[in-house]
């Protein structure tokens, strides 16, 4: 008996040098990139753990709740570490990130989130760069929410680590996901005694024993199925074209905050200004009074297959997020969304127009 996801013939290294040949181009870099085979956790914390240390003195921009975990870990790897913490409902800008070299200029280490789709925010990484650039400082992105939704651009930013994850908007796998690395970082990664070796975590294994081998042979047997994955949903992207997947993230998120607004109910969007707001997902502000996981629940009950959640942890009580990415980046899911939160305003007697949202969707979307 054969099976079409298990009888495959093994991935060779031509094969997972080729996706990240692909997934390069998609960042339009000339940096090294490491597809890992884990959830983007996985570079995510090796990379600040190979280029952090106990001479490290990091400006960690907090814009949402993964900005606080990045804290977290330049602490545990001995980093002097200042938190540039800005409310969630804005983002932060060029000018916060000067002063704060200002402040302290022994800072040699950015760590900043591009998009937050926990909390619905986007951050200016353009205007940053050139900041960050001028410093001198090593500067670490996530950009595994904005990947595919917006511009994501490592070599022109001065981006010298740069995550991507493939399960949002790229409507990828969660199984693997991706590091560019610049020259520097390597350099920096190399002069660290602490940073991690024969680990799992370690991106100079991948560097001494993948790279500089000429990719010949690979470290350990790949995730088979999520590598094939990710190398479909970047040609799936590249059919498309990615300026038109980021065009429609971008309507995505323009009709859900027009809809919401012109639904009523006491709905408002959670994050102030549209400039600031994330294309990945939109977050939502609950009515005074009414508790957001509860308006989540009663919505889920009138339509299951809306893309909409709670914020996570005390967020849960007031914010509601609406996760238009991948295959949800679409009229239809943000009119169902809508249509679902109205019903359950509805159910608390609140009035609403559910009419009025759906002809803003219409409006708003481009």
């Avoid at 094969?15 to 870099?29: H, N, P």
């Avoid at 990379?47 to 602490?75: E, S």
């Avoid at 560019?180 to 920096?188: I, K, L």
């Amino acid at each position: 008996m054969t099976h079409p996801f298990l009888d495959l013939a093994p991935l060779g290294a031509d094969r997972f040098a080729a996706i990240e040949d692909r997934v390069a181009r998609l960042l339009s870099t000339e940096q090294d990139v490491v597809i890992m085979q884990g959830e983007a956790l996985l570079p995510l914390e090796g990379a600040i753990r190979a280029a952090a240390g106990p001479g490290t003195t990091a400006l960690n921009v907090v814009t949402g709740p993964y900005g606080q975990t990045f804290g977290d870990w330049l602490r545990d790897c001995g980093a002097a570490v200042t938190d540039l913490a800005v409310p969630f409902h804005t983002a932060v800008t060029a000018e916060e990130i000067r002063q704060a070299f200002a402040e302290h200029p022994e800072i040699d280490f950015v760590s900043l989130v591009h998009a937050e789709a926990a909390t619905g925010n986007t951050n200016p990484v353009a205007e940053i760069g050139e900041v960050v650039r001028a410093h001198g400082a090593l500067f670490y992105l996530d950009a595994v929410a904005s990947i595919g939704a917006e511009p994501v651009l490592p070599d022109a930013w001065g981006v010298d680590l740069c995550v991507i994850g493939a399960q949002k908007a790229m409507g990828g796998p969660a199984g693997v996901s991706a590091v560019s690395v610049s020259e520097r970082a390597w350099a920096r990664m190399a002069a660290n005694p602490k940073a991690p070796r024969r680990s799992y975590l370690s991106l100079l294994d991948w560097k001494e024993r993948w790279i500089d081998g000429g990719r010949k042979a690979l470290l350990h047997a790949p995730a088979q199925l999520e590598m094939l994955a990710l190398e479909a949903c970047v040609e799936r992207i590249e059919a498309a074209g990615l300026d038109a997947v980021m065009a429609r993230h971008a309507s995505a998120a323009a009709a859900t905050r027009a809809g919401a607004i012109a639904l009523g109910g006491g709905l408002e969007p959670y994050v102030y200004e549209a400039r600031d707001a994330a294309p990945v997902a939109t977050t939502l502000r609950a009515p005074s009074g009414l508790v957001a996981s509860e308006l989540v629940r009663r919505a889920l009950t009138a339509d299951p297959a809306v893309p909409l959640a709670a914020g996570g942890g005390a967020l849960a009580k007031e914010m509601i997020r609406v996760n238009h990415y991948g295959a949800e980046a679409t009229p239809g899911a943000v009119r169902a969304s809508l249509a679902a939160l109205g019903v359950a305003l509805s159910e608390q007697g609140l009035s609403v127009d559910v009419e009025a949202a759906l002809r803003a969707v219409e409006g708003a979307w481009r």
